[in-house]
Nanobody, 117 residues
Framework: QVQLVESGGGLVQAGESLRLSCAAS????????MGWYRQAPGKQRELVAR???????NYADSVKGRFTISRDNAKNMVHLQMNSLKPEDTAVYYC???????????WGQGTQVTVSS
């Protein structure tokens, strides 16, 4: 069965950095588009960043230049390096694996990121 396990969340001050990691198992990792989404209280879940199987990336406008997504196909992991964090980045961050070919997607359980001002 597919598992996505996030780690690396926490409480930081504005301007600091965090690195989120997602360990995937039970899927052919290299063929999936991997993404990070977030959901703040009272708001809808939104895409933060994603990386395709071919390595193409895209980012939400609000995080461009501050966040970097990367994947390690040898270790079945995807990371999100978050720099210059702002209070508005506070949310639960979710790892996502999506396959157009197989028409499936999977979610992790989420990790809390809190940025204090």
């Amino acid at each position: 069965q597919v598992q996505l396990v996030e780690s690396g969340g926490g409480l930081v001050q504005a301007g600091e950095s965090l690195r989120l990691s997602c360990a995937a198992s039970g899927l052919t990792f290299s063929t999936y588009t991997m993404g990070w989404y977030r959901q703040a209280p009272g708001k809808q879940r939104e895409l933060v960043a994603r990386v395709t199987s071919g390595g193409s990336t895209n980012y939400a406008d609000s995080v461009k230049g501050r966040f970097t997504i990367s994947r390690d196909n040898a270790k079945n992991m995807v990371h999100l390096q978050m720099n210059s964090l702002k209070p508005e980045d506070t949310a639960v961050y979710y790892c996502n694996a999506a396959s157009i070919r197989y028409r499936v997607e999977y979610w992790g359980q989420g990790t809390q990121v809190t940025v204090s001002s």
